[in-house]
């Protein structure tokens, strides 16, 4: 099955920029999917392929794609933005249709 | 608004049966699949199941291939994961959500609806 790797933990100061990256092989030919789950709640999606942004979620939130990498991008960092965060993609080479990725800890120091 | 809301959660022995009911609102629910993504307690995220926006095809994931069915009732805005067979493993909170018919991300979640399974 498809596998996608992500750093367990990413910290930041307030008003930096955060670089969270998801792995996989030729990822970059596939749509990548992002998603923020705060504690207690459920995820919400913040990026859909690879760079667009749902309504209500600030530009400050972007994505990118290409080669073995898929980059969320969390500019101006507010404290606010302390989640985990998850990037997905389909792939139909197993059963596994929906894969996640293990989730990055995103501290804001 | 938009709105997914999980029940049947509960505790159950392992190798019983449980339903999870996935009620939504505030959107045309013939238009979208539904999916149901489940999370072990301090684990990352997994799909589980699919069920398209007419009911017409599903699939699941391989662990759980077998044990569950997903369905849905357009007539009450709501689907359904019936789980048999139960195993400690199953243990986590499952998520309904949805995904417009030709897109493959998941774009509005139900809450949650927390599932124990233990002797």
């Known amino acids: 099955s498809y596998v996608l790797t992500q750093p367990p933990s990413v910290s930041v100061a307030p008003g930096k920029t955060a670089r969270i990256t998801c792995g996989g092989n030729r990822v970059g030919g596939k749509s990548v999917h992002w998603y923020q789950q705060k504690p207690g709640q459920a995820p919400v999606l913040v990026i859909y392929d690879d760079s667009d942004r749902p309504s209500g979620i600030p530009e400050r939130f972007s994505g990118s794609n290409s080669g073995n990498t898929a980059t969320l991008t969390i500019s101006r960092v507010e404290a606010g933005d302390e989640a985990d965060y998850y990037c997905?993609?389909?792939?139909?080479?197993?059963?596994?249709?929906?894969?996640f990725g293990p989730g990055t800890k995103v501290t804001v120091l | 608004q938009v709105q997914l809301v999980e029940s049947g959660g509960g505790v159950v022995q392992p190798g019983r049966s449980l339903r999870l009911s996935c009620a939504v609102s505030g959107f045309m629910f013939s238009d979208y699949g539904i999916h149901w993504v489940r999370q072990a307690p301090g684990k990352g995220l997994e799909w589980v199941a699919f069920?398209?926006?007419?009911?017409?095809?599903?699939y699941y994931a391989d662990s759980v291939k077998g044990r569950v069915t997903i369905s849905r009732d357009n007539s009450k805005n709501t689907v359904y994961l019936q789980m048999n067979t139960l195993r400690v493993e199953d243990t986590a909170v499952y998520y309904c959500?949805?995904?417009?018919?030709?897109?493959?991300?998941?774009?509005?979640w139900g809450l949650g609806a927390l599932v124990t399974v233990s002797s």
């Open positions: 997905q993609v389909w792939d139909n080479s197993s059963g596994q249709l929906y894969v």
């Open positions: 959500a949805r995904a417009l018919w030709d897109r493959y991300f998941f774009d509005y």
């Open positions: 069920i398209w926006y007419d009911g017409s095809n599903e």
